[in-house]
């Protein structure tokens, strides 16, 4: 069984810049959540996904947009990148219904310069 | 809306104690409560995961229950150990996404 995996592990941007995260979920999940860890920080709910549509928003400007595709793995879009989106990103992955357990992968850390 | 808070925010303990984490919730309608490590700059951990039919899961040294109706749930940690050092989040799962609401963390040490 696969777990979550995400990429790259690092990355630095400009800002104004563009850029794309990318998440696998683990084998059989359908389900992908994102979240956003500021230094010092609990993670913050962006978004999720649920077989390909947005199921749920969390307080974020339209700027931060995803994907999720046909066998599930997800990205995360951020556009015109500001200072204050430098942080950790979380994905993670379960099976759709109230009682899934989440399994996150272990992150990406951008830093905007 | 849901807030979840856990006490104490930090935690410096002797390696072979035994120690307990708390978290408290203002929503009790959860549909689950995980408890997760994380280590620094890393990604997180789950531990333990209690429905919300669940009183209390156990995991080697690690035993977390729930207590639905006063919105409380504790870790306690058996015999802990240096590799036990982390911080220890505790998160809540409840509305129509399955959104997660994390704690404010307690921040672990055990001392060799």
């Known amino acids: 069984e696969t777990g979550v995996t995400q990429s790259p592990t690092h990355l630095i941007k400009t800002r104004g810049q563009q850029v794309t995260l990318r998440c696998s979920s683990q084998?059989?999940?359908?389900?992908v959540s994102w979240y956003q860890q500021a230094l010092g920080q609990g993670p913050q709910f962006i978004f999720q996904y649920y077989r390909e549509e947005e199921n749920g928003r969390g307080n974020f400007p339209p700027r931060f947009s995803g994907l999720q595709f046909p066998n599930y793995s997800s990205e995360l879009n951020v556009n015109a990148l500001e200072l204050d989106d430098s942080a950790l990103y979380l994905c993670?992955?379960?099976?759709?219904?109230?009682?899934?357990?989440?399994?996150f992968g272990p992150g990406t850390r951008l830093t905007v310069t | 809306k849901q807030e979840v808070t856990q006490i104490p925010a930090a935690l410096s303990v002797p390696e072979g104690e035994n120690l307990v984490l708390n978290c408290s919730f203002t929503?009790?309608?959860?549909?689950?409560l995980q408890w997760f490590r994380q280590d620094p700059g890393k990604g997180l951990t789950s531990l333990l995961l209690i429905q919300s039919s669940q009183r209390e899961q156990t995991s080697g040294r690690l035993n977390a229950s729930l207590d639905k109706s006063s919105g409380r749930s504790t870790l306690y940690i058996a015999a802990s150990q240096p590799g036990d050092s982390a911080t220890y989040l505790c998160v809540t799962m409840g509305g129509a996404t399955n959104k997660l609401i994390f704690g404010t963390g307690t921040l672990l040490a055990v001392q060799p």
């Open positions: 929503d009790s309608a959860i549909y689950n």
């Open positions: 084998s059989g999940h359908n389900t």
């Open positions: 993670a992955s379960s099976l759709a219904g109230r009682s899934g357990e989440q399994y």
